[in-house]
Protein backbone atom coordinates (compact mmCIF):
# COMPACT_ATOMS: atom_id res chain seq x y z
CA UNK A 1 0.00 0.00 0.00
CA UNK A 2 1.12 3.62 -0.51
CA UNK A 3 1.99 5.37 1.97
CA UNK A 4 1.48 9.66 2.25
CA UNK A 5 0.46 11.83 4.79
CA UNK A 6 -1.31 14.81 4.06
CA UNK A 7 -1.92 17.48 6.44
CA UNK A 8 -5.68 18.91 7.03
CA UNK A 9 -5.20 21.97 5.89
CA UNK A 10 -3.25 21.17 2.93
CA UNK A 11 -6.25 18.45 1.94
CA UNK A 12 -8.81 21.51 2.55
CA UNK A 13 -6.68 23.38 -0.05
CA UNK A 14 -6.89 20.78 -2.26
CA UNK A 15 -10.75 20.54 -1.95
CA UNK A 16 -10.82 24.37 -2.39
CA UNK A 17 -9.11 24.49 -5.76
CA UNK A 18 -10.82 21.47 -7.12
CA UNK A 19 -14.28 23.29 -6.03
CA UNK A 20 -12.96 26.39 -7.51
CA UNK A 21 -12.05 24.75 -10.66
CA UNK A 22 -15.77 23.01 -10.79
CA UNK A 23 -17.26 26.39 -10.01
CA UNK A 24 -15.05 28.42 -12.60
CA UNK A 25 -13.93 26.31 -15.18
CA UNK A 26 -15.87 22.79 -15.48
CA UNK A 27 -16.20 19.49 -13.71
CA UNK A 28 -13.75 18.24 -15.84
CA UNK A 29 -11.23 20.54 -15.63
CA UNK A 30 -11.91 19.56 -11.28
CA UNK A 31 -11.52 16.35 -12.28
CA UNK A 32 -8.42 17.01 -13.77
CA UNK A 33 -6.67 19.33 -11.20
CA UNK A 34 -7.66 16.60 -9.01
CA UNK A 35 -6.08 13.99 -11.20
CA UNK A 36 -2.71 15.95 -11.29
CA UNK A 37 -2.48 15.99 -7.59
CA UNK A 38 -2.66 12.15 -7.38
CA UNK A 39 -0.10 12.31 -10.71
CA UNK A 40 2.16 14.33 -8.47
CA UNK A 41 1.52 12.59 -4.93
CA UNK A 42 1.66 8.93 -6.61
CA UNK A 43 5.90 10.31 -8.32
CA UNK A 44 6.53 11.56 -4.34
CA UNK A 45 5.75 8.24 -3.05
CA UNK A 46 7.70 6.41 -5.52
CA UNK A 47 10.87 8.80 -5.09
CA UNK A 48 10.20 11.36 -2.24
CA UNK A 49 13.99 13.05 -2.60
CA UNK A 50 12.11 13.85 -6.28
CA UNK A 51 11.62 17.38 -5.23
CA UNK A 52 13.47 20.59 -5.09
CA UNK A 53 14.77 21.66 -1.38
CA UNK A 54 13.24 25.15 -0.58
CA UNK A 55 15.16 27.45 1.79
CA UNK A 56 13.42 26.12 5.01
CA UNK A 57 14.05 22.46 4.28
CA UNK A 58 10.97 21.03 3.18
CA UNK A 59 10.89 20.19 -0.67
CA UNK A 60 8.36 21.17 -3.41
CA UNK A 61 7.20 19.90 -6.53
CA UNK A 62 5.62 21.43 -9.26
CA UNK A 63 2.11 20.31 -10.96
CA UNK A 64 3.07 20.41 -14.65
CA UNK A 65 -0.82 21.96 -15.78
CA UNK A 66 -1.64 23.67 -12.67
CA UNK A 67 -0.65 26.78 -10.73
CA UNK A 68 0.15 24.36 -7.91
CA UNK A 69 3.14 23.37 -5.74
CA UNK A 70 3.36 20.29 -3.11
CA UNK A 71 5.39 21.60 -0.67
CA UNK A 72 6.37 18.23 1.83
CA UNK A 73 9.04 16.51 3.34
CA UNK A 74 10.40 13.16 3.08
CA UNK A 75 9.63 11.04 6.01
CA UNK A 76 10.78 7.10 5.76
CA UNK A 77 8.22 6.29 8.25
CA UNK A 78 5.30 7.76 6.88
CA UNK A 79 6.10 8.43 3.32
CA UNK A 80 5.41 12.29 2.01
CA UNK A 81 4.22 14.55 4.60
CA UNK A 82 2.33 17.03 2.81
CA UNK A 83 2.32 20.25 4.27
CA UNK A 84 0.81 22.16 2.14
CA UNK A 85 -0.94 22.80 -1.50
CA UNK A 86 -0.44 25.59 -2.72
CA UNK A 87 -1.24 28.06 -5.32
CA UNK A 88 1.89 29.18 -6.99
CA UNK A 89 1.09 33.34 -6.65
CA UNK A 90 0.23 32.66 -3.22
CA UNK A 91 2.33 34.21 -0.20
CA UNK A 92 5.58 31.93 0.48
CA UNK A 93 6.01 30.33 3.13
CA UNK A 94 2.42 30.54 4.35
CA UNK A 95 2.29 26.64 5.32
CA UNK A 96 5.31 27.27 7.43
CA UNK A 97 3.95 26.91 11.26
CA UNK A 98 1.95 23.39 9.69
CA UNK A 99 5.33 21.50 10.79
Known amino acids: MSRYWLHPDA ?5 EA ?8 S ?11 ERVRDL ?5 ARGSHDEAGLRRYHF ?4 YTL ?7 RGP ?4 VAHQRREPGYWSARR
Do not use: Q, S, T
Open 11 to 15: EAELG
Open 18 to 25: ARYYAEHA
Open 27 to 37: RAIAEAFLLEY
Open 44 to 48: LIANP
Open 64 to 67: DRFP
Open 71 to 77: IYEADPA
Open 81 to 84: VIYA
